[in-house]
C-alpha cells in the first residue's frame, strides 16, 4: 500500500510545503519511492520548522527560549530573569531600535549616546548583542543595531553563560532572526508614514521550494527609511536587505544560513549644550557668541585650534577660574544696548556699573559685541538668555555620521537517531563608519570579526538519572581600526539659538586637517574557548543547571590608529581567564518555581568606539548574583517573575601603584514583570523595578559641572577642574547617574471580534541625577502611548500615538553630561498600512 494514502493529513503538509514552485507532481513520484521513515523525518522537520507559535501574543511564556541554557525552555524553568519580545509586543511597544526599550521591561533605560544607539543599557550598564546566539561587535554609537533581520528577541538580564562567552557585564539581547517558511508562501508589504518626514517601506516574502529532491524555504526582507526626525537637521535614512535559506540536506543534516547588509546615513544628535538647571526647568537658553577674533585664514576662516584650549587636562585644557580670553561669550551689541543704553564714548560706560567691566568686543572695524569677564558678574550684571524648545540640537546640515553593516551567518546541525545533536555555527561581521560634527568631532573606523562555534547536545545516564549536557569550543578574531578626533570638542561653544552657524563655532576636525590631531588606536583580538554545561534533574522537582568556561585571548594593539601621521608600535599580550555558575531551579509545582543565579568569571567591556581592545583592561571581572520567583497561573495566561540581583565589576588589568580602577562598580536592584491575558482578545503586560550603580575605584575622567556664569566664562573650551577635592561632595555613594533608578510601564491591549483594537499605556521614569556630581537633575515625567488597530486576513492598519499626551522629559547622557542633555521628543504620530499576500 502506497503510504502517502495512509498518511494523507501528514502528506498534505508537506505537499503544501512544496506546492509554491508547482512542483508536486515531482514531490508526489519521489516520495513515492521513499521509505516510511524517510517520509517521516521530512514530515517531523516541516512540521517544526513551520511552528510559529506565540509571534501573535504578549505573553512572556509564549515560546522556549534558547538565549541563556542549553536547548530551549520555557520561562517558568529558566533560572535568569529574561525579557521576551515577541513579534505583536515588539509591534504594539513600536520598537524599532535600542532607544525603544525603555518602555518594555524592568532595568531596561535608555541614555543618549549622541542619538545613536548601539548597544541596549541593561542594569545601569552597556548590554552585549547576539545574533541567533552569535556574539556582534560591541559598537556604543558607531551605528544603529539594525532591526530589519529579527523576528523577535530575548532581553537576558546579567552576564553571559558559557557557550556564549565573555560579552558585557550588563546583560545582553539575542536576536531571533527572520526564519524562512516551510508550512506555504507568504508575503506581504507594509508602508508607515509619520511625523517629521517619516517614511518607511518593508517588503518580506518567504515560502518553501524544492531543489535537488530536497525541502528547502527561504526569505527575504528588505526595509528601506527616508525619515528625519524631531530634532533640527538630524536624520534617519537606512536600507536593510535581509536574505536566509534553510533546508534539510538529508535525513540527518540540516543547514540554516543568511546575510544582511545594512547602510545608514545620519548624524549625530549630541542635545542642548550650554546646560543649566534653568534650562532644564524653563528653556532658559544662554546665548552669545564666540570672539571672532579666533577664526583664521590658516584654518580657512573658522576657528584657529591653536587659540582654543585642548581637550585632556594634560593639553592645556582650562581650570576653573583661570580667565582665558578667548574663551568667555560675546552677547551681540544689540542685547547690552537694550538692557544698559547706548555707549558714551570709544572705551563706554553705562549707568550701571556692571555693564561696563563687559570686553567689548571689534571685529572687521565695527562693535562686533560685548564680552562676559568675571568682573561683569562681581559687579552684579547678570545672564542673557532665550527660551529654547527640543527640537533645537547641536547639530549642522553639513555634519554626516554614515556606516555600513554586513552580516553573514550559517548553522549546520546534525541531529542522529540517538539524542545527541552537533552544531556547527559561524558568524562573520564587517562594519565601517565615518562621521563629522562641525563642533569638533570626527570619527573614521572599520571593523569586523568572526567566529566559529562547535558544540555537542548530548544526554548522559548517571546513576540511572539522565543530565542533559552540552560541551563544545569556538574561536573568535576581532579587528579594530578606529580613528577618531576629538583634540577640541568643546560642546558649548555654539549658540544653538542662532539659526546661523557662524565660523567661530566651527572646529575643524579629522579629514578636513589630514587627521593631525588624529586620536583612538588599533587592535587585533583573537580568542580561544571552550566550554561546558549540563541540566541535572536531581529529584522532580529540584534542578542544577551548571556551566563553565576557560578562554585564551591573544592581542595586539596600539594607541593610534593607521591613519595616524606616527602610529605607535604594536603591544602584544594575553590573558587566560575562566567562568562558573550555577543555578539552581526548585519547581514548586506546574506553576511556582523559585531560582538561583551565582556566576564567577569574565566580562568583555570593549572601548567607547568600535569595541576597541586596548589590552587587558578591557577584560573584567563580574560576579554575579540573582534570585527569584517565577509563576505561571491559568493555564499559563498569568505569568510572572520578581528577581533581586548584584553584580560587580573590576579590570584584570595590573594598575600602577595608587592608581585607582576607574572602571570598577556594583550594580543592585530588584525588577517585577508580569503578562495576562484572561481571554484571547485582552492581555495587559506591566514591569516595574528600581536600579543603583555605584562606582568603587573612584570616578572616571568626565567634563567638570559649572555654573551659569562659568558656562558663560569658559563656552570655548572643554573644561577640566583640577582642583577637585569636593567635586562629588554631593554624591557620598558614588552613584552611577544619567538614567531613572525606578521605573514602571503598563500597557493593555483590546482586540474586538471586528478587527479592531485599542492598545494604551503608560511609562513612569523618576526624576533622576544627569550627571555624577549631582548638580543638574532631570524631571520625573509619565509619557503615554497608544495604537489604534485594525486587522484582516489581508490587511492590517496601525495608528501609533507616543507620548500622546505631549509631556516634557528628558534623556539622560551617558558623555559629557555636564555640558550636553537632551529633551525627548513630543507627541509623535505613525500610521501603517500592511497589506499581505
Not at 502506497?2 to 515531482?26: F, H, V
Not at 527560549?65 to 513600536?94: H, Y
Not at 522537582?541 to 563553565?548: D, L
Not at 496601525?798 to 550636553?820: K, V
Request: aromatic share 14%.
Amino acid at each position: 500500500m502506497n503510504p502517502l494514502n495512509i498518511r494523507g493529513e501528514r502528506i498534505r503538509i508537506l505537499g503544501s510545503a512544496l506546492a509554491s514552485l508547482t512542483l508536486a507532481s515531482g514531490a508526489l513520484a519521489q516520495a513515492t519511492s521513499t521509505t516510511d521513515e524517510e517520509v517521516l523525518s521530512l514530515e517531523a522537520f516541516i512540521l517544526e520548522e513551520s511552528n510559529i507559535s506565540g509571534s501573535d501574543t504578549l505573553l512572556q511564556n509564549s515560546r522556549p527560549i534558547g538565549s541563556v541554557f542549553l536547548g530551549e525552555q520555557d520561562a517558568l524553568g529558566t533560572p535568569r530573569s529574561i525579557t521576551v519580545l515577541t513579534p505583536e509586543a515588539m509591534k504594539q511597544f513600536s520598537v524599532k531600535g535600542f532607544d525603544d526599550l525603555d518602555r518594555v521591561g524592568a532595568g531596561l533605560t535608555r541614555p543618549n549616546i549622541f542619538g545613536i544607539p548601539g548597544l541596549p543599557f541593561i542594569r545601569g550598564d552597556n548590554a552585549g548583542v547576539y545574533f541567533n546566539g552569535m556574539r556582534r561587535i560591541p559598537n556604543q554609537n558607531e551605528t544603529p543595531t539594525s532591526f530589519g533581520s529579527l523576528e523577535s528577541m530575548d532581553l537576558v538580564k546579567g552576564p553571559s553563560p558559557a557557550q556564549f562567552g565573555p560579552t558585557n557585564s550588563g546583560g545582553y539581547v539575542n536576536f531571533v532572526p527572520k526564519t524562512p517558511y516551510f508550512d506555504k508562501f507568504r508575503g506581504s508589504v507594509e508602508v508607515t508614514i509619520g511625523d517629521w518626514n517619516y517614511y518607511n517601506t518593508q517588503i518580506d516574502v518567504g515560502g518553501p521550494v524544492l531543489v535537488a529532491g530536497k525541502p528547502m524555504a527561504y526569505r527575504l526582507s528588505v526595509t528601506n527609511q527616508d525619515a528625519d526626525s524631531y530634532y533640527n537637521d538630524v536624520g534617519n535614512d537606512y536600507i536593510s536587505v535581509y536574505a536566509a535559506a534553510k533546508a534539510k540536506l538529508s535525513e540527518n543534516l540540516s543547514v540554516f544560513g543568511g546575510a544582511e547588509y545594512y547602510s545608514f546615513q545620519s548624524n549625530e544628535n549630541a542635545g542642548w549644550n550650554r546646560v543649566t538647571q534653568a534650562l532644564i526647568d524653563n528653556g532658559d537658553y544662554i546665548i552669545g557668541e564666540m570672539d571672532p577674533n579666533t577664526t583664521s585664514a590658516a584654518y580657512g576662516g573658522f576657528t584657529d585650534n591653536d587659540l582654543i584650549s585642548a581637550f585632556f587636562p594634560t593639553q592645556n585644557a582650562v581650570a576653573l577660574g583661570v580667565q582665558d580670553p578667548n574663551l568667555a561669550l560675546v552677547v551681540p551689541t544689540a542685547y547690552f544696548l537694550d538692557a544698559f543704553g547706548a555707549p558714551t564714548g570709544p572705551n563706554f560706560s553705562y549707568e550701571n556699573g556692571a555693564a561696563s567691566m563687559a570686553t567689548p568686543i571689534f571685529y572687521n572695524g565695527g562693535l562686533y559685541g560685548y564680552k562676559y569677564t568675571q568682573d561683569y558678574f562681581d559687579a552684579g550684571g547678570g545672564l542673557f538668555t532665550e527660551k529654547i524648545d527640543g527640537k533645537t540640537v547641536l547639530s549642522d546640515p553639513s555634519d554626516y555620521a554614515d556606516s555600513k553593516t554586513f552580516i553573514y551567518f550559517t548553522d549546520f546541525v546534525w541531529q542522529g537517531e540517538s539524542d545527541r545533536k552537533i552544531s556547527v555555527k559561524n558568524f562573520f561581521e564587517y562594519i565601517t563608519t565615518k562621521k563629522l560634527s562641525s563642533y569638533g568631532f570626527a570619527h573614521d573606523s572599520d571593523a569586523h570579526s568572526w567566529e566559529t562555534k562547535l558544540a555537542v547536545d548530548d544526554i548522559l545516564e548517571i546513576g540511572g538519572a539522565k543530565i542533559a549536557v552540552q560541551y563544545g569550543a569556538d574561536v573568535r578574531y576581532s579587528y579594530n581600526n578606529d580613528a577618531n578626533d576629538f583634540f577640541v570638542e568643546p560642546f558649548n561653544r555654539r549658540n544653538i539659538a542662532n539659526p546661523t552657524i557662524t565660523p567661530q563655532s566651527i572646529v575643524l576636525a579629522g579629514p578636513q586637517l589630514d587627521w593631525q590631531l588624529v586620536g583612538g588606536s588599533e587592535s587585533k583580538l583573537m580568542q580561544y574557548g571552550a566550554f561546558g554545561q549540563f541540566k541535572a534533574d536531581l529529584t522532580e522537582s529540584f534542578a542544577i543547571y551548571g556551566g563553565a568556561r576557560v578562554e585564551s585571548a591573544n592581542y595586539s594593539t596600539r594607541g593610534t590608529p593607521k591613519e595616524s601621521p606616527s602610529p605607535d608600535a604594536y603591544r602584544d599580550g594575553e590573558e587566560t581567564y575562566a567562568s562558573v555558575s550555577v543555578n539552581p531551579i526548585l519547581t514548586i509545582n506546574n506553576s511556582l518555581s523559585l531560582y538561583a543565579a551565582i556566576q564567577q568569571g569574565t566580562a568583555l567591556q570593549p572601548g567607547q568606539t568600535g569595541g576597541i581592545n586596548n589590552g587587558d583592561g578591557n577584560f573584567v571581572e563580574a560576579p554575579f548574583y540573582e534570585g527569584g520567583i517565577k509563576t505561571s497561573l491559568l493555564d499559563g495566561k498569568l505569568f510572572g517573575s520578581f528577581a533581586v540581583y548584584q553584580f560587580e565589576k573590576s579590570t584584570l588589568a595590573d594598575l600602577p601603584t595608587g592608581a585607582v580602577d576607574e572602571s570598577a562598580y556594583t550594580s543592585e536592584g530588584y525588577e517585577v514583570e508580569f503578562s495576562y491575558a484572561p481571554t484571547p482578545m485582552f492581555t495587559i503586560v506591566g514591569s516595574f523595578g528600581e536600579q543603583k550603580a555605584t562606582y568603587d575605584g573612584g570616578f572616571p575622567f568626565a567634563t567638570s559641572p559649572m555654573t551659569p556664569e562659568q558656562t558663560a566664562l569658559y563656552a570655548g573650551a572643554i573644561v577640566y577642574d583640577v582642583v577637585s577635592g569636593d567635586r562629588y561632595d554631593a554624591n557620598p555613594s558614588n552613584e552611577r547617574s544619567g538614567y531613572p533608578l525606578f521605573s514602571a510601564n503598563l500597557f493593555a491591549v483590546l482586540t474586538f471580534q471586528n478587527g479592531f483594537g485599542l492598545g494604551v499605556g503608560p511609562s513612569y521614569k523618576e526624576s533622576f541625577w544627569l550627571n555624577d556630581e549631582h548638580t543638574l537633575k532631570l524631571p520625573e515625567v509619565t509619557v503615554w502611548n497608544a495604537n489604534l488597530f485594525y486587522r484582516t486576513d489581508r490587511y492590517e492598519v496601525f495608528l501609533r500615538l507616543n507620548n500622546f499626551t505631549d509631556e516634557d522629559y528628558f534623556i539622560g547622557a551617558s558623555f559629557a553630561p555636564t555640558m550636553i542633555v537632551t529633551k525627548a521628543e513630543p507627541i509623535e504620530a505613525q500610521l501603517s498600512v500592511k497589506f499581505k499576500f
